[in-house]
């Protein structure tokens, strides 16, 4: 006797993988707002009135549509995001979760960027590229990665992991995990492993022209008093 046949039963997702995942970034790019901006304090507010949000929303929608080969609507996207909030990201720059750019006005994110997780964005950044090669063309940043206000990242570089890039700064070489980079051009200052530094204390990183300048007024110390102990020698010969 012939067995009925039995289909499997399948549990029916209305959330497909790319929209849970979607979903599931989306709330980490809300939270971290509220570990990261001591002015937040209310969720509407955030929701509201804050356009890194708004500008990593849609280009995250952008993003899968540049993924799919989706023509013109991704640049478009990218185009309505700029003009809305000030923030300039091409929709094949890579970014990763809970990533806060606060205020925003003037960032600018190139086409092969990548940005890795928990990364700290302030205004006036770019992560551009450094003329019309071709290719991987922007920079790489790790993960907790902080970039100060008006910093420059160019040119297809990697910058590890809990870096801190102080504001103003021009970085145009890799920078190792760890390590907080200033000036222009950027210098490496390692400061050991970090990864206790909260981004918020801007106060901790150092100045290197200070350093600079305080070590040229010890050296100038140290030749004149090798002058006062030459002269009574000079002066009897």
């Known amino acids: 006797m012939l067995q009925p046949l039995v289909l499997p039963k399948r549990s029916f997702n209305p959330f497909p993988s790319f929209l849970r995942n979607g979903l599931q970034t989306l709330q980490a790019d809300f939270q971290i707002i509220f570990e990261r901006d001591p002015a937040a304090r209310h969720w509407l507010e955030v929701l509201v009135c804050y356009p890194g949000l708004h500008a990593l929303a849609s ?52 086409e092969t960027a ?76 390692c400061r050991g492993c970090n990864k206790t530094f909260q981004p918020l204390e801007h106060h901790q990183l150092p100045d290197a022209q200070a350093v600079v300048i305080r070590n040229l007024y010890d050296r100038i110390e140290q030749l004149e008093e090798q002058l006062q102990s030459l002269r009574p020698t000079l002066t009897n010969s």
């Open 59 to 110: 280009h995250r929608l952008a993003h899968w549509l540049h993924r799919c080969g989706v023509p013109f609507f991704p640049r478009f996207i990218s185009f309505l995001t700029r003009f809305l909030t000030g923030i300039e990201i091409h929709p094949g720059a890579t970014i990763g979760q809970a990533v806060f750019i606060d205020h925003g006005m003037g960032v600018v994110i190139g």
């Open 114 to 189: 990548i940005v890795g997780d928990y990364t700290l964005i302030y205004q006036g950044v770019t992560l551009g590229g450094t003329g019309k090669e071709t290719g991987k063309r922007h920079p790489t940043l790790g993960q907790h990665v902080v970039v100060g206000a008006g910093a420059k990242v160019l040119g297809n570089i990697t910058v590890g992991d809990h870096v801190r890039v102080g504001a103003g700064s021009i970085v145009l070489r890799d920078v190792p995990s760890a390590c907080t980079v200033v000036g222009i051009p950027g210098r490496n200052i």
